[in-house]
């Protein structure tokens, strides 16, 4: 995984990228597998094994009107990518109900065939970044998170060495604080109508390790921040009763915020960071909302 220190560093990747990685920026006439092969060339090493990235659905030598970014291309997604005539959805979670969208369970159920079907009548291609984007420096979902949280000093690093994630993780360093201060910190900043908190609320605060998405339920991604030191363990979701379980009888702190909640930031940088590099192609992004009603 690259790493980019100072103003300078992070300019001159950018140059680079607009210049030897994409083929394609400033050209009009697009197509899809224009889009997949930048996709490619940001993180080669993703695609050297099993990957979840790559067509959904759709010819890859569709031209693109517009590209709709989102995190999940959900049926509402769907519709207001319709309204928006675009024609290709980035997405970063599956489109088809499965992580590897394998349809095979689905073939015959309504409701993936609806969803299918309107996809195909709209000429739509889905294409899905996830394992590319995950760790992708400053624009990708860990990194976003963390802006997004107003986390910008690292106090350590480790390194994760796993089949399903590879790259360094971050423990961030903050003003001492309580937990409770803290946990309204992060409600406020991520305009979250409620959030799920384990721990004291008095404890002192001072050491932030992330789990967004769905890594915050790996037993081990939680158990390496608290070895290297994170007061806090912020997550996007978490099984209650394995790992919340043992927070609670390790007193250790917890703050969950959702998996939708917790990648929302990454997939808008998405948006930003292809808008750079197809200036010519209408980019816009979609939230796909949180499934919950909170009452």
């Not at 309204?83 to 159920?109: A, G, Q």
């Not at 998996?259 to 590099?277: D, K, V």
Request: glycine residues 8%.
């Amino acid at each position: 995984m690259f790493e980019f220190k100072g103003v300078f560093s992070k300019l001159l990747f950018i140059l680079l990228s607009l210049i030897v990685i994409n083929p394609t920026y400033g050209q009009d006439n697009i197509k899809a597998k224009d889009v997949d092969k930048f996709v490619r060339s940001l993180m080669p090493e993703v695609w050297e094994k099993r990957t979840v990235d790559g067509y959904k659905i759709g010819d890859p030598e569709t031209e693109i009107t517009g590209i709709a970014v989102t995190w999940m291309a959900t049926y509402e997604v769907i519709e207001k990518v319709i309204e928006n005539k675009c024609n290709l959805i980035v997405t970063h979670e599956p489109t088809f109900f499965n992580h590897r969208d394998e349809i095979e369970d689905f073939k015959n159920d309504p409701t993936y065939i609806k969803k299918r079907k309107l996809l195909e009548e709209h000429n739509i291609v889905v294409y899905r970044i996830h394992d590319s984007w995950d760790l992708y420096p400053e624009y990708g979902i860990q990194d976003s998170f963390a802006k997004q949280l107003g986390l910008s000093k690292i106090a350590t690093q480790f390194s994760q060495n796993r089949p399903e994630r590879t790259g360094l993780n971050s423990i961030f360093e903050i003003e001492p604080t309580t937990l409770n201060d803290f946990a309204r910190i992060v409600k406020q900043k991520m305009g979250h109508p409620s959030l799920r908190v384990v721990g004291d609320l008095n404890n002192k605060i001072k050491k932030i390790g992330l789990g967004f998405g769905g890594w915050g339920s790996s037993f081990s991604i939680f158990q390496d921040c608290m070895r290297s030191g994170a007061d806090v363990y912020v997550a996007g979701e978490m099984t209650e009763w394995s790992i919340l379980r043992y927070a609670e009888a390790a007193g250790k702190c917890v703050i969950v915020v959702g998996h939708t909640r917790s990648e929302t930031a990454g997939m808008q940088n998405c948006a930003n960071f292809l808008s750079m590099h197809f200036p010519n192609i209408k980019i816009i992004f979609l939230d796909a909302g949180d499934p919950y009603i909170y009452f």
